[in-house]
């Protein structure tokens, strides 16, 4: 990210610190890894007048920033009470051993990274997955794996 892109979503937000939270998640949108650098944040402090503590204080609090770079494909696994009874568990455990990743983390190449929330609000759908925004319901083992082997098959026929 540079910082004319920064200067571009400050000016956008018009100085205002009250938008700080808009100009964060721009930010981190227009970052192609999808995360907040710390040279960024720094910046953005600067450039706003304000502590640098107050832009970590809400880059930290808030679970939707990223401090870390995130893999190109987003895997959110929902461990809520209803996905969790009907197993979310084996289907961590099945990304975890197929990404060699635990959630919170990125594979090296940049390519997944592994997540897991409370709650996505769809109960009657788990155990649910999510890839980029989309939602696969019913999930079991197997099909966590065809999903993992259809994200590389299209990845390997874009990088063709």
């Known amino acids: 990210m540079t910082t004319t892109q920064i200067d571009e979503i400050i000016e956008k937000h018009k100085y205002d610190e009250a938008h700080l939270i808009g100009m964060l998640?721009?930010?981190?949108?227009?970052?192609?890894?999808?995360?907040?650098?710390?040279?960024?944040?720094?910046?953005?402090?600067?450039?706003?007048?304000i502590p640098l503590s107050r832009v970590y204080h809400i880059a930290t609090f808030f679970k939707a920033f990223s401090?870390?770079?995130?893999?190109?494909?987003?895997?959110?696994?929902?461990l809520g009470t209803a996905c969790h009874v009907r197993g979310g568990q084996r289907i961590v455990d099945r990304l975890q051993h197929e990404l060699k990743i635990n959630p919170g983390e990125t594979t090296p190449d940049l390519m997944f990274t592994l997540e897991i929330v409370n709650c996505l609000g769809c109960c009657a759908l788990g155990p649910v997955v999510v890839v980029d925004d989309e939602y696969h319901g019913q999930m079991?083992?197997?099909?966590?794996?065809?999903?993992?082997?259809?994200?590389?098959?299209?990845?390997?026929?874009?990088?063709?």
């Open 140 to 160: 079991t083992q197997t099909k966590a794996d065809r999903l993992l082997k259809k994200i590389l098959k299209e990845e390997k026929e874009k990088a063709a």
């Open 67 to 78: 401090l870390k770079p995130k893999g190109k494909h987003e895997l959110t696994v929902c």
């Open 25 to 49: 998640q721009n930010m981190q949108a227009q970052h192609e890894n999808k995360y907040l650098p710390k040279d960024a944040l720094e910046y953005l402090a600067q450039k706003l007048n």
